[in-house]
T-cell receptor, first 111, second 120 residues
Framework: RKEVEQDPGPFNVPEGATVAFNCTYS??????FFWYRQDCRKEPKLLMS???SGNEDGRFTAQLNRASQYISLLIRDSKLSDSATYLC????????????FGRGTSLIVHP | GAGVSQSPSNKVTEKGKDVELRCDPI?????LYWYRQRLGQGLEFLIY????????KSGLPSDRFSAERTGESVSTLTIQRTQQEDSAVYLC??????????????????FGPGTRLTVL
């Protein structure tokens, strides 16, 4: 089983739709969780950190489920500009401090 | 403020030649990472530097790959005797810590724009 798994998609949704992605992780010692966004032929950029209690930033909501070892990202009222690849990142405390990146979920928002 | 910079932005080389890629991290960032991303693929970890500790080289794919970092500043990734399968975007990232302390924001990685390497 891969350390961090994501559905590669693509998720093809109309503008205004609500879309959700999940990301599962295998290391129960994982402590830090992030969602990054990567536009085509660009570098990844932090979208939001994921806190234990869940957090929201405008149209974006991130949730963490430690029992089932997954994090989620919900995007409401999708915009054309949300089209990108969303990368799940997981980091464990102790041992290796190297973040593990998922392969990403592609989102395409169409008019 | 200045972000992570990388040079060159593009590099075309012939098979068998050596290449050197440079990364300038954000000032004060103690952690520096190199990744490789092949077209349409995810990020592949290569090497990690944290302060003056010995680097974690566990991701380097072969002994043709090496990297150096001077203190907490510039890093160079060297690929010797390049092969066509080395063609990829090489991304550098820095962060203010390794996760030993602080919350998630302490661990945010800031990426450079990458070097696109093409081996003919």
């Amino acid at each position: 089983r891969k350390e961090v798994e994501q559905d590669p998609g693509p998720f093809n949704v109309p503008e205004g739709a609500t879309v959700a992605f999940n990301c599962t992780y295998s290391n129960s010692a994982s402590q830090s969780f992030f969602w990054y966004r990567q536009d085509c032929r660009k570098e990844p950029k932090l979208l939001m950190s994921v806190y234990s209690s869940g957090n929201e930033d405008g149209r974006f909501t991130a949730q963490l489920n430690r029992a089932s070892q997954y994090i989620s990202l919900l995007i409401r009222d999708s915009k054309l500009s949300d089209s990108a690849t969303y990368l799940c990142v997981v980091k464990a405390v102790g041992g290796s401090y190297i973040p593990t990146f998922g392969r990403g979920t592609s989102l395409i928002v169409h008019p | 403020g200045a972000g992570v910079s990388q040079s060159p932005s593009n590099k075309v080389t012939e098979k068998g030649k050596d290449v050197e890629l440079r990364c300038d991290p954000i000032s004060g960032h103690t952690a520096l990472y190199w990744y490789r991303q092949r077209l349409g693929q995810g990020l592949e970890f290569l090497i990690y530097f944290q302060g003056n500790s010995a680097p974690d080289k566990s991701g380097l794919p072969s002994d043709r790959f090496s990297a150096e970092r001077t203190g907490e500043s510039v890093s160079t990734l060297t690929i010797q005797r390049t092969q066509q399968e080395d063609s990829a975007v090489y991304l550098c990232a820095s962060s203010s810590g390794s996760g030993l302390a602080g919350g998630p924001a302490y661990n945010e990685q800031f990426f450079g724009p990458g070097t696109r390497l093409t081996v003919l």
